[in-house]
């Protein structure tokens, strides 16, 4: 069962531009979303968590989560070179000590 | 900033050897996790642990893995006999009301 689903790109932006990122997902009992940043052979770099739905703003980042369609979003705001990377969704029922669900990750590449 | 660490960065063993990946979560933090990542695929979730015991756990964490606390500082994951398909990158995480931290992984090859 693909519980999350996620374009696996790659996807290739001017300097600048705004990078939309998306999940859908089928269980409708997740309520904790997660995104990450997933550099080439290292961890993932946590950059976004929020609860249930709606909008979370941290800089250039801005997460959007729509439970009705269960599709999460996650827009990068000017992009630059140094966004390039793999982006990685997860989600969890329950949130802390819960499993979370990743998706495939979308490869992104900022053109200078 | 705290971060999650992992040591070694990068293990080779034989198939049929025994590993332990080790990690130090972050000091505050109360849950931790072990997941892992095949080559171009999916960050698979394989456990989490709080206040010393396992609080859940994945298909593939089978009788073969387990988890433990041994001080007020490392988590360690054993894999008791390595198989070939257990070849992928391995990351710690833990976990605060802010989300989920993730360590730089350790590169398990096993030949």
């Known amino acids: 069962q693909k519980e999350v689903e996620q374009d696996p790109g790659p996807l290739s932006v001017p300097e600048g531009a705004i990078v939309s990122l998306n999940c859908t997902y089928s269980?409708?009992?997740?309520?904790?979303f997660m995104w990450y940043r997933q550099y080439s052979r290292k961890g993932p770099e946590l950059l976004m968590y929020?609860?249930?739905?709606g909008n979370k703003e941290d800089g250039r980042f801005t997460a959007q989560v729509d439970k009705s369609s269960k599709y999460i979003s996650l827009f990068i705001r000017d992009s630059q070179p140094s966004d390039s990377a793999t982006y990685l969704c997860?989600?969890?029922?329950?949130?802390?000590?819960?499993?979370?669900?990743f998706g495939t990750g979308t490869s992104l590449t900022v053109i200078p | 900033e705290p971060e999650v660490t992992q040591t070694p960065s990068h293990q080779v063993t034989q198939m049929g050897q025994e590993v332990i990946l080790r990690c130090v979560p972050i000091?505050?933090?109360?849950?931790f996790y072990w997941y892992r990542q095949i080559l171009g695929q999916k960050v698979e979730f394989l456990v989490s642990?709080?206040?010393?015991?396992?609080?859940?756990k994945s298909e593939i964490f089978d009788d073969q893995f387990s988890v433990e606390r041994p001080d007020g500082s490392n988590f360690t994951l054993k894999i008791r006999s390595t198989k070939l398909e257990d070849s992928a990158m391995y990351f710690c995480?833990?976990?605060?009301?802010?989300?989920?931290?993730f360590g730089p992984g350790t590169r398990l090859t096993v030949t």
């Open positions: 995480a833990s976990t605060d009301p802010r989300g989920q931290y």
């Open positions: 269980n409708s009992a997740f309520q904790y």
């Open positions: 929020t609860y249930s739905s």
């Open positions: 997860a989600m969890s029922e329950l949130g802390t000590g819960n499993q979370f669900y």
């Open positions: 000091s505050n933090h109360l849950y």
């Open positions: 642990f709080y206040n010393n015991e396992i609080s859940e």
